[in-house]
């Protein structure tokens, strides 16, 4: 059923309680009023609004610890609500490569850092293999990681492309502040963020400019856990990031 977490200390039985009052109908004024009434509009209709407020809130921070204090304090994202930790970043923030992943998993959540489950471990198991790691405090042997989210999708599904454009403004100014030479695009969710494509399979191996900078789409390591041959291609991919740097 898609249950892989208690909410609540005790099970509450939700079909034994009061039934909600009937929700009252809007009434249909007879003179149209002149702008759109909010309360009557879809769900996403207040979407440009909150991308606005993440643009302005971004743009207003000056350093790394001021943006993730704004980001986590910012209320336009539904996600927050279900997550247990906000995930903003790990490894080093002077590092030469950005590794850009999709969102927080299970464990990410559990302790507010990206790539601390499976997936992070391979990940540093493949970077490791060309002499980087994100406990380097080299800049030069160093990487820093971050999510195009920073809260997690219940349940590990695909992020909502609402979630996406109202993550951008922060992930844009991350990674303005962060100045990496390099950036990793991890997989289609951070391929669609950086260059708005999708189609890991063609695009990997392809350097490309995402934020701005030269980027490296790659396959995520989940990917490579389910699919041990693609690590072939990954090694490839590696190498040429390996070049790059030199
Ligand atoms: N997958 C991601 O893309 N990011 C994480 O932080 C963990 C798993």
């Not at 909010?38 to 606005?52: H, K, N, Q």
């Not at 302790?111 to 493949?126: C, E, N, S, T, Y």
């Amino acid at each position: 059923m898609g249950v892989d977490e208690p909410m609540l200390d005790a099970p509450l039985d939700r079909f034994d309680l009061a039934a909600p009052p009937a929700p009252v109908q809007p009434q249909i004024p007879l003179v149209p009023p002149l702008a759109p009434a909010l309360s009557l509009t879809s769900e996403d209709d207040d979407l440009p609004a909150r991308v606005s407020q993440a643009e302005a809130l971004a743009a207003a921070c000056d350093t790394l610890d001021a943006l993730a204090a704004a980001q986590e304090r910012f209320d336009g994202i539904e996600l927050k609500k279900g997550a247990r930790n906000f995930c903003f970043a790990d490894g080093n923030p002077a590092a030469r490569v950005l590794i850009l992943g999709e969102a927080p998993g299970d464990e990410e959540d559990r302790q507010g850092r990206p790539f601390v489950g499976r997936a992070g471990q391979m990940l540093d198991r493949m970077v490791g293999a060309i002499g980087l790691s994100r406990q380097a405090t080299d800049a030069e042997k160093a990487i820093y990681i971050t999510n195009v989210l920073t809260w997690r999708p219940p349940g590990n599904r695909d992020p909502r492309p609402d979630e996406i454009a109202v993550s951008l403004p922060f992930l844009r100014r991350h990674i303005d502040l962060a100045a990496p030479d390099l950036i990793v695009l991890m997989g289609n969710i951070a391929c669609d963020a950086g260059l708005g494509r999708r189609g890991i399979l063609r695009l990997r191996g392809h350097w490309d400019q995402a934020f701005g900078r030269p980027a490296l789409p790659m396959t995520h390591p989940a990917y490579l856990l389910r699919n041990p041959p693609a690590k072939r291609e990954a090694w490839a991919d590696l190498l040429s990031l390996s070049a790059r740097l030199d």
